[in-house]
């Protein structure tokens, strides 16, 4: 019995040299195993334990790999879908709506939505779109629901703040501003270099007029915005409300005007006078309301500018020089 092994082992041995030597004799640059070389290896290290002693082309570890493989490749083939069995799936489209669903209406749960997909003609059980859900993370975010209450109440909201500018004699300007949340207009601005409660009451009343103010003011707590500030925007029949200390992302919509004011503008430019000042504002008010587009307002402007059609091939563009060239409004020429 054990001669016979041996010459068993002797013919395997002889087998896998010869094989490895049709693979070196192949006109190639580099030996590279055929898909049915990797098999025969494979097939060999069933039925061989001294298979390894042989090995001239690969590694060992590399034949083990392409076990591996082979054996993932096999369960997969026969785990194959040979037909519609049990459940039906979701499609791509209505995994897709029910993440829109849940993307736009962060209240919602899986009744509700469940519902909507039924109205839509979807043939699909609830416990399906609940599954969607929990692989989606479904948890309604607390400032989505922030984000949906200021804007069903930004119409009555309105924002004032100031901001300071250097001038080119090392003084300081004082900018006051009202800011409507609605459509971001700018409802007064003015420059002092001495504010105090008695002036930004006058500013307050210049403001609104005889218009009906907004409901709510937000400002912070700068000492400037005193009791009779305060006494000033109750008797209007508006609600005062203060931001927290050092929270200006609480006055996020004003705190975004300043930041426009000085990149758009004040960055450019040298303020000589209290007077060159105001008139720049004036100008820049003028092109933030009617020429710059805004991405809270859906790449529109405060003053509603129109659309034009798709323009003629061929037409010529001209460009309107704003703020001193600093920037441009581009328009279809006639």
Known sequence: MSSFRSRQELLLENLALRQQLLVLHAKRP??????????????????????????????????????????????????RVRKAVGRKPISQDVRQLILRMVAENPTWGAPRIHGELLKLGFDLSERSVSRWLQRANHNPDPARRWLAFLRNH???????????????????LYCFFVIGHDRRKILHCNVTRQPNALWTVLQLREAWGYDQPNRFLIFDR?????????????????????????????????????????????????????????????????????????????????????????????????????????????????
């Open 30 to 79: 580099r030996p590279r195993l055929s898909p049915l070389e990797r098999l025969f290896w494979v097939a060999l290290r069933g039925v061989w334990s001294g298979w390894k002693r042989s090995l001239l082309l690969v590694t060992p570890g590399t034949v083990v790999r392409w076990h591996r493989t082979g054996f993932r490749l096999y369960w997969s083939w026969i785990s």
């Open 222 to 334: 700068d000492a400037k915005f005193s009791a009779d500030v305060v006494s000033l925007v109750k008797q209007n029949g508006t609600e005062p409300v203060r931001t927290a200390f050092r929270s200006p992302w609480q006055n996020g919509i004003a705190e975004r005007w300043v930041g426009s004011v000085r990149r758009d503008l004040l960055d450019h430019v040298i303020v000589l006078s209290q007077r060159h000042l105001r008139r720049l504002l004036k100008e820049y008010v003028r092109y933030y309301h009617e020429d710059r587009t805004h991405l809270g307002l859906g790449k529109d402007t405060p003053a509603r500018r129109i659309a034009a059609s798709v323009p003629p091939r061929g037409s010529k563009i001209i460009s309107l020089p704003r703020l001193g060239g600093v920037h441009h409004r581009y328009m279809v020429a006639a």
């Open 154 to 172: 930004r119409e009555a909201i309105a924002a004032m703040d100031f901001f300071t500018v250097p001038t080119l004699t090392f003084g300081v």
